[in-house]
């Protein structure tokens, strides 16, 4: 108890490790060496490591955990074996490697202030990006909306949700007024129209899953082609990725949105669990999976 911050937590938060005890917060194998794990946390830098990488319920700590397993020991490749409803392989057809797998890698095509960081990457022909919940309510949403007076940049920066002119700048997003390139490539990628006021914004609830495939789509040094498609991970017991949830009304709408729906995908934790039971030498990883996680 004493790597919590609060052993006793009468209010239901989940437990929350020290900052010096984060690497606790990762599944590891119970043999493992100190070079593998040097390894295992590396694909993970402190830096990249978000605000509450340190909660159980870290989205970012179940990704370090399973995917950087899969590729600490060679497994990638079972991900191949996840196929979506008509018989094609959801996380791309080219074998996936330890090699042309990243982790938190940041893209820097959008013109953003903050590069964005994909959680996942499959580097080639066809890359694929991995956006990654647990126990979030939702995917992800424009904080323009959410600014506060207090904020001190309240006053130039928010937004009341529509893609519309306000608040005497000149540009309908906010974000286009700094500088940010969503919407010059958003009518190439989906449907909605650049030139015209929207209401509300389909960025405002969408904003999470609409980055990653701006992402996927914009060429650069990494994605050359533009063609990549993104793959949402979830937990299938969270009522925000059920029918009437806020996370799975943005996967329906941003995929419905776009030109070519076969961009975005979806995956369970459940379904990669599955596959990493079926190994025996991943036998480890499988039970403590379903010991922290239920899974």
């Not at 700094?178 to 609830?205: E, M, Q, T």
């Amino acid at each position: 108890m004493e790597f919590f911050e609060r052993p006793e937590m009468p209010d239901g938060r989940p437990p929350v490790f020290h900052k010096h005890a984060d690497a606790f917060n990762v599944l590891m194998a119970p043999d493992i060496p100190p070079g593998d794990r040097t390894s295992l946390m590396g694909y993970l830098p402190a830096r990249e490591r978000h605000r509450w990488f340190r909660s159980m319920t870290s989205s970012q700590a179940i990704a370090l955990s399973v995917f950087g397993n899969l590729k600490l020991y060679g497994f990638l490749g079972i991900l191949n074996e996840i196929y979506d409803e008509d018989g094609r392989p959801i996380f791309g057809k080219e074998a996936i490697t330890p090699e042309n797998f990243q982790m938190e890698y940041k893209v820097d095509s959008l013109g953003e202030p903050r590069p964005t960081s994909l959680d996942g990457l499959i580097v080639g022909k066809h890359p694929v990006a991995i956006e990654c919940k647990l126990m979030e309510t939702e995917v992800g949403s424009c904080s323009r909306p959410h600014l506060r007076k207090r904020d001190s940049n309240y006053e130039k920066d928010f937004c009341d949700g529509t893609y519309t002119v306000q608040r005497g700048r000149t540009k309908r997003c906010s974000l286009t007024e700094i500088g940010v390139k969503y919407w010059n490539h958003v009518p190439f990628v989906f449907k909605w129209k650049s030139d015209a006021d929207l209401r509300p914004c389909p960025l405002r609830a969408n904003y999470q899953l609409v980055r990653n495939l701006l992402a996927v789509s914009v060429p650069c040094e990494a994605m050359p082609s533009g063609t990549g498609h993104v793959v949402l991970v979830y937990d299938e017991r969270n009522p925000a990725f059920q029918d009437g949830g806020k996370g799975y009304a943005a996967y329906e709408e941003s995929r419905n949105a776009l030109r070519d729906p076969e961009r975005l995908k979806k995956c369970s934790w459940q379904q990669i669990v599955c596959l990493i039971r079926g190994e025996k030498r991943l036998s480890w990883l499988a039970d403590q999976l379903e010991a922290k996680y239920g899974i």
